[in-house]
Each structure stands twice: as C-alpha cells, then as structure tokens.
C-alpha cells in the first residue's frame, strides 16, 4: 500500500539504561552540544502531522540548542529527495515511507549506518523485526518512528447493536456479521475498490493469516512465485467476500468508485450506508477529523479476523528515519536519529493523537485515546509477529502503481472474482516483469 497523507488528527519515567543514556547523550541545559546547528529533515507528511512532528523536533531543539525543522516533500518523498542528493542539497534525516525505498537509498550509497548509540536504542527499545525492517545486508540504517496499524476493521458500535451483530474473530463470523447488517437493511462492507492500495491490503492480511508469516516473508521478496497453490487459496478466501455483492456497498461497481475517503464516509458519515470499512488506524482521523465521531463510542474498530484457522495477522507500515551521508549536518542528523529512537521523543506526539509508534519501551497509558491504546497495546505484542505492508516492499510498478500490475489485477478480482487461479498467473506476471527490471 502507498499510502495517502490523511491528517489524523521525557524519558518514560521506567527505561532500560541504555535508554537513559541515550537521552542523557543529547545534553541537558547546561550542556547544548548542538547549539546553532541546523538540521534539515525531509518527510511526507502535511497538516497535522507535519506540525505534531515538528513539537518533536522542538523538544530535540530544546534539549540540545539545535534548530532541527522539517520540510515536506508529499507524497513523492523518493524522487525530491533523490533530485535533491544529486544536486547537492541532501537533507540531513529523511523520513522514508516504504522499505524498497529505504534499500533503494541503502544499495546507492546514500545512507549513513547508524552510531552505536541508535543501534543500541533499537535493540533496547524495539522488536527485532523493527531492527530487521530498518536494516539492508545486516547493516541497519532506519528507526522506525511512526507507524501504522494496518490491521483493523472499523465499525459503528450503533449500528452493529442495531443489527444485532457482534464483533467477529474469524474471517467467515464477519461475513456472518455482515450478513446480519443486510438483513438490517444496511449494506455491510464500504470498499474503496477505486484506491487499489485497500485491496491489496485486504489481501495481504488474509494471506499472512492464512498462509504463515514465513510464505507471506517469501512471496513479498518475490522468492515464491504467486501462482503457489497457498496465493490462489487465500485469493479464493477473499473471493468468498467479492462474491457476496449484496454485502458491498454499491455492489463491486459501485466499489470500483470509491476511495478512500469515500468508504470512510459510507460508514461514518451523515447518511450511513454501510456497516463496516476496513483499512489502517488512519480511519479514526478521518471519523474524527471530518465527521466528528467520538473514538469507542461512535466509532469502534476490531482486530481483522483470523482466516481458516490461522493467527490474527498484524500489518503494518511506517516512516524509517535515516541519516543522509551527503546532508550538511550529518553528524548532527545522527544525533537526532539517536533521539528519535528514544521513548520520549515517541511520547510528544503520543500524547498530540493520531500516532502510533512501535517502540515497546513507551507506555500505551501515553496516547490520549482508549481506542489508539488498544491498537498499540496490539501492534506492540505482535512482537515479531508484525509484518511489513508487501506491495510497500514490492518495486513500486508492482505493487505502487495506480490503474497497472497489482492494483488493477485486484480491482479486476474485486469485478469478477470467479477464477483466482488465473488472478495469479496474471499477478505473477506482472511480478516477475517488476522483479525482473
């Protein structure tokens, strides 16, 4: 998934040493070790996440009398900060929203290694698949700071009372609840059909459940090709939902037109016309954002069900903080890193909303919401259970590319989801051209 910019809306008083040290590493006010310098960090985000990441920066700046500010590039953070490295303006830090580009930077020779002081904080302070996923041929070069959630299916708690469904645990009990909400006379699913990134979210989570972590690990380098028998069955599994046309919203047509936001709003917003919208933890910002819903009570989610007997997968995604060998301020860049990795740099914005962050030494009693504990309480004991977002690690004219490759294979699946062998052999198709340049 590439996913949209949507505006979602101290040292935790218990750490391990290394975490201490690491703070104390940055000064205090009496010892500004980086007074005066500047530190230019290059982002995606916008609106309210660009101004929640800059009081982070801020409470660096304060630590340390550096003047760390950010920049955004939107969307396209791969090539303005790769125009920007060849013409000799590099950023400092840079915040990379998808794996294959963090190996992209790492493989040019654009990344610093970490210091041993953010190497120890990561290990100290993060699962070790967080490590592995900031890491290229055992070399780590990201924090991970800011995360998703990709795993939760959003719901009015209102509405499931009306239709006397009940939040599900397995894939086929929320067809059954969805089923429930037609008979209701409340069409169950909103998919954003238009936004191919949601079905292959929708695709990723059944397969990682269904087939095991250590297929879904070999079919997203590519190492299993996707007509595997395990690809068609979990494509199968999901055909059980296409399939059902009266529980999508708008029938599989109607779907093919909405995006993101639009599925949002069939759930949510002022004429509710559809039970359930599954996608990443940034659905609350828009529930809240745009439609004022109130998280836990107007607005619920549940963990995406297990598939024929499998684990309750858990997906994420999220933005690596890496060091830019040719920034300015490299040295200075590191030191920020270092901070990043910290619990209490993760607690500012914890406590602003609309984060989530997968550093397992910050307490979920920091966010300011029941609803977004509940989903960091999830993310961090997955542990290594946590699987990187596939198509963010496919190359992007694969798994990134709007109205091609896999998006379009998907939404045609979502239209006529009558032969997921022949979905595959086109799926992988198109994977092994990507793979291949």
Known sequence: MRRQNTPLASCIVLILVSSAATCDDLGDSGNKELNGLNISVAGAWTGSEQKNFQKVLDNFNDKTGAKAYFVSTGNNVSPVVGRKIETGNAPDVALLPQLSVLEQFADNGWLEPLSATARAAVNDNYANVWREYGSRHGTLYGVYFKVAHKSTVWYS????????????????????????????????????????WTLTDWFENVYLSQAGPEKYDALAAHELKWTDPSIVD????????????????????????????????????????????????????????????????????????????????????????????????????????????????????????????????????????????????????????????????????????????????????????????????????????????
């Open 157 to 196: 708690p209102e509405t499931f009372a009306r239709a006397g469904a009940w939040r599900p645990s397995t894939f086929e009990e929320m067809l059954s609840a969805g089923q429930a909400m037609s008979d209701s006379g409340l069409d169950a699913f909103a998919i954003a059909g238009k936004d191919g």
């Open 234 to 437: 979990a494509l199968a599994e999901l055909g059980k939902l296409f399939n059902k046309k009266h529980l999508i919203a708008g029938g599989p047509d109607g779907a093919l037109n909405i995006d993101f936001p639009g599925s949002v709003k069939k759930v949510f917003g002022p004429k509710p016309e559809a039970g359930m919208v599954y996608e990443g933890d940034f659905v609350a910002g828009v529930a809240q954002g745009q439609y004022d819903k109130s998280m836990g009570k107007d607005a619920d989610f549940f963990p995406f069900p297990a598939v024929k007997g499998g684990a309750v997968p858990v997906i994420s995604g999220g933005d690596a903080a890496v060091v830019l060998k040719d920034g300015r301020n490299a040295a200075a860049g590191m030191k920020l890193v270092e901070y990043l990795a910290t619990p209490e740099a993760a607690a500012v914005w914890a406590k602003l909303g609309g984060f989530l962050s997968p550093n397992k030494q910050l307490s979920i009693h920091t966010y300011n919401k029941i609803t977004t504990r509940a989903m960091a309480d999830s993310l961090v004991n997955a542990d290594d259970r946590v699987r990187f977002d596939m198509s963010d690690q496919a190359p992007a004219s694969f798994g990134g590319t709007d109205g091609a490759s896999e998006w379009k294979i998907l939404q045609d699946f979502l239209r006529d989801p009558s032969d997921p062998k022949a979905t595959a052999m086109k799926l992988e198709d198109a994977a092994a051209n990507a793979y291949r340049n």
